[in-house]
């Protein structure tokens, strides 16, 4: 009962002691360059400028250590401030970018105009009315980060951060449900059992159920009526002069940190939600797979697969085969089929068939076309895949084997074969061709042929055969020179210019001469 007491006293004097605040007024503002934040009284959080890989943002962090922790952001997903921008609570009582130019951009959407504005010293920024009461506060709209005297309410999400240097909104969450249930799943997913990773197992304990830090680490549900449902850590941390906070790390594992200030040394991991870093669903991406080494996760790549960006696992991966045509001429798979044994992935299939062999799961898939992956669990079932895969995970315990469908490799003797064997079309146009080129040649050949023999039989027959023409001595002579020019004719009849000079040159019989 005591311990009880000491941790409530503890508790108040906490929240006391958080409720400092720096008030803001209509009509400040702040720039990257000079005056760039609004200090908590203590000068441990701020709220302002920061810079991440990605340029400068809008948030709350920890200004008063070495290292900077961005505990909120504003706009996260949005484009990177520039560097002559002004942060304005205006004099209507909103919060806005103002750029050189006199454009302005809210930042913060409050249901109504703020009085005043506040940044606590339990890293809270608040708008105010002109009643005091709190319109906006950032304690209800958290990124990635749960501090002390926060709650997760129910309905209300935590998103991990692209990385430690791109806070943007990365691929895993922490959902307080509404049904009473703590549970972590990979973002644009159903928020249904077979995607989890993590749950709280407090499924039905009611409607408005809260995740709550206390400032000792003490991290645990309450339901509506204020009783402790569930003990996520322990507590019992030194609260002198160290701060605790819980955050959603970029690998999608939640964990409590801790942080001596008067050390001003490193932040240190006090718990997280599971030892293993293959645990998050999708680690690595579409068509890869975790794999843990010693402390540390790996990412492998399907067999015929290769990382999309070497530097960046969730990428995934992509095919590096032509994955070309699904079979041959012949009916035969142009396909082979790889072995993955001890893993586990999203089950989408849209064939399942009873087999008790592994091997009949392997060819079902090879000659299904369709089937590009096929998952073999249980030993008796066939389950056919199309890519991608998600959420691959090495699981030794686990028997389950995929198989996955690759091309086949080029073998020495397919790369010696002339190109014109691979398309039996092309070689059939290509004997077409030359066939009429053949005929065409063997045509104009037999037509010059008879040009000529017709010209030779018309010359010959345009000269008379008899003696009783009448003609003298000396047309005998040149009828006999004639004949002797044409036999001369016939023995050089490949020269046809030759012969055309020839025949020209014999005289033609005039009975008149």
């Not at 400092?20 to 702040?30: A, D, E, F, H, V």
């Not at 299939?349 to 087999?355: A, F, K, N, Q, R």
């Not at 590009?372 to 030993?379: M, S």
Request: net charge neutral; proline share 5%.
């Amino acid at each position: 009962m005591a311990s009880i007491i000491f941790l409530l006293l503890l508790t108040l004097s906490f929240i006391a002691s958080a409720q400092k605040q720096t008030n803001i007024t209509r009509g400040s503002s702040l720039t990257p360059i000079t005056n760039s934040s609004w200090l908590s009284p203590s000068g441990l959080y701020a709220f302002g400028f920061f810079r991440q890989r990605r340029g400068l943002f809008i948030g709350v962090f920890l200004s008063g250590i070495s290292q900077k922790s961005v505990v909120w952001s504003a706009r996260r997903d949005g484009a990177p401030v520039p560097s002559n921008t002004t942060l304005l609570f205006t004099r209507d009582g909103r919060v806005v970018l103002q750029s050189a130019q006199g454009d302005e951009t809210l930042i913060i959407s409050a249901p109504q105009p703020a009085s005043l504005a506040a940044i606590s010293d339990s890293g809270n920024f608040v708008l105010y009315n002109s009643d005091s009461q709190i319109i906006w506060q950032s304690f209800d709209s958290p990124t990635d980060t749960l501090l002390p005297t926060q709650q997760l309410k129910a309905g209300v999400e935590l998103f991990s951060p692209v990385s430690e240097t791109d806070l943007s909104t990365g691929i895993f969450r922490l959902k307080m449900q509404n049904d009473g249930n703590l549970v972590q799943y990979p973002v644009n997913t159903p928020d249904t059992a077979p995607y989890s990773y993590y749950s709280s197992g407090t499924f039905g304990a009611g409607d408005n159920v809260t995740l709550n830090l206390d400032p000792d680490g003490h991290l645990y549900l309450l339901n509506s009526t204020g009783f402790n449902i569930k003990n996520i850590t322990g507590g019992g941390y030194p609260t002198k002069e160290t701060i605790t906070m819980m955050k959603l790390d970029a690998d999608g594992i939640f964990r409590l940190y801790s942080q001596n200030l008067r050390q001003n040394g490193n932040w240190s991991a006090a718990w997280s939600s599971t030892d293993n870093k293959c645990s998050p669903k999708g680690a690595c991406g579409l068509n890869g797979y975790c794999v843990m080494n010693d402390q540390d996760a790996e990412c492998n790549c399907l067999p015929g697969f290769e990382f999309v960006d070497q530097g960046n696992w969730t990428s995934g991966c992509e095919r590096d085969f032509n994955a070309g045509s699904c079979k041959d001429m012949n009916g035969s798979s142009t396909n082979t089929m790889e072995e993955l044994s001890n893993t586990e992935w999203e089950d989408v299939s849209y064939s399942v068939l009873s087999l008790t062999a592994k091997d009949d799961c392997k060819q079902a898939c090879l000659e299904d076309c369709n089937c590009e992956a096929a998952l073999f669990t249980d030993g008796q079932y066939c389950r056919k895949q199309r890519l991608p895969l998600r959420f691959g995970r090495r699981n030794l315990q686990s028997s389950n084997l995929a198989f996955i469908k690759v091309g086949r490799p080029i073998s020495t003797m397919d790369r010696k074969e002339p190109v014109i064997e691979k398309n039996p079309g092309t070689g059939r146009k290509i004997l077409i061709i030359s066939g009429s080129f053949v005929a065409f040649g063997l045509t104009m050949v037999a037509i010059f042929g008879i040009i000529i023999y017709r010209y030779h039989v018309l010359a010959y027959k345009r000269v008379p055969g008899n003696d009783s023409t009448g003609l003298n001595e000396d047309c005998s002579t040149r009828y006999a020179f004639v004949e002797k020019k044409t036999s001369f004719v016939s023995l050089v009849s490949s020269d046809l210019p030759t012969q055309r000079n020839i025949a020209s040159s014999s005289p033609s019989h005039n009975p008149e001469e």
